[in-house]
């Protein structure tokens, strides 16, 4: 990272990213600075903005439903905006896709799911251990960070991170396949040390750590051992799900059906907190009151996803057309990677980017990026990459341009 990210002010010093302008507006893919400057925008908002900023399919009914004297927040309660919303995603999410899940609203963060996901698996099955993979990343509270790789964010806890251990993700040997001889043997071996698992919790693409994305035979592999041995198998979709990798939730092309789902980022359609846990029939054994929260019922996020799902995914041509623009995109960072040596695409959808020997270069290209116009984070242990992350919604004019700059920014950087 260079200094110009890291130069300005943030109210407190832990977040790790920040730009030296001051954001005033926001529209799709673009957002306006205090000068009236304009700049591309893709990082949204983390996972967040998967349909851009104040996109009017969820703005207007949001307007409309803030001027109705509706009922804004309701914790647990029952409210026509909960009841549309669930109907809609059951009707165009759950049903086509033949999924058992009950829905369960966890609080209003990524975070939160993951906590809810660890929690409930050790409740179901009696055991503690939980496994999770090289550079994971599911949160900053303690079992959330518990099944996180980043040390340096493990470390912040302050206290011992127990009853969890990390596997290799696949692809973490560069190009190697990561199989499960180890798993495999362990899960036999009940002289080997190693408790039995309650979960095993996977990101289909690393969002922050590195943007490794799994093989579905791998993912298939995985499923498969978790059934044969009655180990809960938990995808944390909250960055790589909402359509960033071309299908709604980031596990379908595998073709698995994990125990549990973590939802949140674009859920809301808005960028309005929201998180869902959904968990086969099966795992609803929580008893009233034995899970709970303030914030689980924030009726104006119900109203812009309804919105969003009724927009986008209730037409299957929204699917279509993102799945060009998956295209054009990786045929685009693929001519890039040939041609800059030490570089490489990693990835998968929009929620891709560009590799570097040289750490230092990505955080370089994400500054040089930033002069010329184009918002992008990077990831990864050592900030290797450069995260692309288009709005779904990103029109063939605003990627071509966005990729441009990022062209233009790797070369300036590389030579
Ligand atoms: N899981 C994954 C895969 C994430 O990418 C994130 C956030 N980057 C989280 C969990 C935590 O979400 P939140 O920041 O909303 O708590």
């Given at each position: 990272?260079?200094d110009?990210f890291?130069?300005?002010?943030?109210e407190v010093?832990?977040?790790?990213?920040s730009?030296?302008?001051?954001?005033?507006?926001?529209?799709?893919?673009?957002?306006?600075?205090?000068s009236g400057?304009?700049?591309?925008?893709?990082f949204?908002?983390?996972?967040?903005?998967?349909?851009?900023?104040?996109?009017?399919?969820?703005?207007?009914?949001?307007?409309e439903?803030?001027q109705?004297?509706?009922v804004l927040?309701?914790?647990?309660?029952?409210?026509?905006?909960k009841?549309?919303?669930l109907?809609?995603?059951?009707?165009?999410?759950?049903?086509?896709?033949?999924?058992?899940?009950k829905?369960?609203f966890?609080?209003p963060t990524?975070?939160?799911?993951?906590?809810?996901?660890l929690?409930l698996?050790r409740?179901?099955?009696?055991?503690?251990?939980?496994?999770?993979?090289?550079?994971a990343f599911?949160?900053?509270?303690?079992?959330?960070?518990?099944?996180?790789?980043n040390?340096?964010k493990?470390?912040g806890?302050?206290?011992p991170?127990t009853?969890s251990?990390?596997?290799p993700?696949?692809?973490?040997f560069?190009?190697?396949?990561?199989?499960?001889?180890?798993?495999?043997?362990?899960?036999e071996?009940?002289?080997?040390?190693?408790?039995?698992?309650?979960?095993?919790?996977?990101?289909t693409?690393?969002?922050e750590?590195?943007?490794r994305?799994?093989?579905f035979?791998?993912?298939?592999?995985l499923?498969?051992?978790?059934?044969?041995?009655?180990i809960?198998?938990?995808?944390?979709d909250?960055?790589?799900g909402?359509?960033?990798?071309?299908?709604?939730?980031s596990f379908?092309?595998?073709?698995i059906?994990?125990?549990?789902?973590c939802?949140?980022?674009?859920?809301?359609?808005?960028?309005?907190?929201?998180?869902?846990?959904?968990?086969?029939?099966?795992?609803?054994?929580?008893?009233p009151g034995e899970h709970n929260?303030?914030f689980?019922?924030?009726?104006p996020?119900f109203v812009t996803?309804t919105?969003a799902?009724?927009?986008?995914w209730?037409?299957?041509?929204?699917?279509?057309?993102?799945?060009t623009?998956?295209?054009v995109?990786?045929?685009r960072l693929?001519?890039?990677a040939v041609?800059?040596?030490?570089?490489?695409v990693?990835?998968?959808?929009l929620?891709?980017g560009?590799?570097?020997e040289?750490?230092?270069?990505?955080?370089?290209?994400?500054?040089e990026?930033?002069?010329?116009?184009?918002?992008?984070e990077?990831?990864?242990?050592?900030?290797?990459?450069?995260?692309?992350?288009?709005p779904?919604?990103?029109?063939?004019?605003?990627?071509e341009?966005?990729?441009?700059?990022?062209?233009?920014a790797v070369?300036?950087?590389t030579?």
């Open positions: 990272m260079t110009i890291y130069s300005l002010e943030s010093r832990s977040y790790s990213r730009w030296p302008v001051e954001f005033v507006q926001a529209s799709g893919a673009t957002q306006t600075d205090a400057a304009e700049y591309l925008d893709f949204s908002g983390a996972g967040a903005l998967n349909y851009g900023h104040n996109n009017p399919v969820v703005i207007e009914p949001l307007i439903y803030l109705s004297g509706a927040h309701s914790m647990d309660m029952m409210t026509p905006a009841r549309d919303f109907q809609t995603f059951k009707d165009v999410i759950l049903e086509p896709r033949e999924l058992p899940y829905v369960m966890p609080g990524g975070t939160n799911t993951v906590e809810a996901a929690k698996a409740k179901y099955t009696g055991r503690q251990h939980i496994l999770s993979f090289t550079n599911h949160g900053m509270t303690l079992g959330a960070l518990s099944v996180t790789g040390s340096m493990r470390q806890a302050g206290i991170l009853n251990s990390k596997i993700y696949d692809d973490y560069d190009g190697e396949t990561a199989d499960f001889l180890w798993l495999e043997r362990v899960l071996d009940s002289g080997s040390g190693v408790d039995k698992p309650a979960a095993i919790i996977v990101e693409v690393q969002g750590g590195g943007l994305a799994a093989r035979d791998w993912l298939r592999r499923s498969a051992l978790c059934a044969e041995h009655e809960l198998l938990i995808v944390d909250v960055q790589a909402c359509g960033r990798t071309g299908t709604f939730f379908e092309e595998a073709g059906v994990p125990d549990i789902v939802l949140s980022k674009s859920i809301a359609g808005s960028g309005l907190p929201m998180a869902l846990t959904l968990f086969r029939p099966e795992l609803d054994i929580w008893s929260g303030t689980r019922g924030n009726n996020a996803a919105a799902l009724k927009e986008y209730a037409d299957p041509s929204f699917q279509e057309g993102l799945a623009t998956i295209d995109m990786h045929a693929g001519s890039i041609t800059t040596s030490g570089a490489g990693r990835g998968r959808g929620l891709s560009l590799c570097f040289d750490a230092e270069a990505a955080g370089k290209i994400a500054a990026a930033f002069r010329q116009g184009l918002l992008l990077t990831s990864g242990p050592k900030d290797e990459v450069v995260k692309i992350m288009p779904l919604t990103v029109t063939a004019d605003e990627l341009r966005g990729l441009d700059i990022l062209e233009a070369r300036t950087v030579g």
